[in-house]
DNA sequence: AAGGTGACAGTTT
DNA sequence: TAAACTGCCACCT
């Protein structure tokens, strides 16, 4: 049984479940993790999703406001914006217009 | 091994 | 009202 206790690898996985075109919040999906209080750790998995295979739509997470925070750890400042944008998110001052909208959350899978 | 870091979020001033 | 502070905890050096 492979050990899937890593909270990275956990992050990863959700992430993964994220429709296109839609976005969620690092809160989310630390709430669905389990560990609301870790959001943080959200993030920072992100910043290793780069190196994960298959790659982790990192884009598709904003913080709570919606706002692109983590832009500039990607390859360009601008290239979460574009990968959002080609997905049909449009996005504004760094920030996801519509986002209460286009927001997913990861219990809707369960129902 | 111990301390510092941080792509958040909630609370307080 | 907006801005600033603290808590939080898994990963990294």
């Known amino acids: 049984m492979a050990k ?8 990863y996985q959700v992430v993964r479940l994220i429709p296109e075109g839609r976005v969620t919040s ?6 669905y993790l389990g560990a609301a209080r870790s959001s ?5 998995a992100m910043n290793a999703s780069f190196n994960e295979m298959p790659p982790v739509p990192a884009h598709r997470v904003v913080n709570r406001n919606g706002q692109l925070s983590g832009r500039k750890h990607f390859e360009h ?3 979460m914006q574009e990968l959002l944008e080609a997905e049909g998110i449009q996005v ?3 920030a996801v217009v519509g986002f209460q909208e286009l927001f997913w959350d990861p219990f809707s899978l369960e129902g």
Do not use: H
């Open 4 to 11: 899937q206790n890593d909270f990275f690898d956990s992050v």
């Open 92 to 94: 504004e001052d760094d």
């Open 26 to 31: 690092y809160g989310a999906i630390a709430n």
């Open 40 to 44: 943080r750790m959200v993030g920072y």
């Open 77 to 79: 400042p601008f290239k």
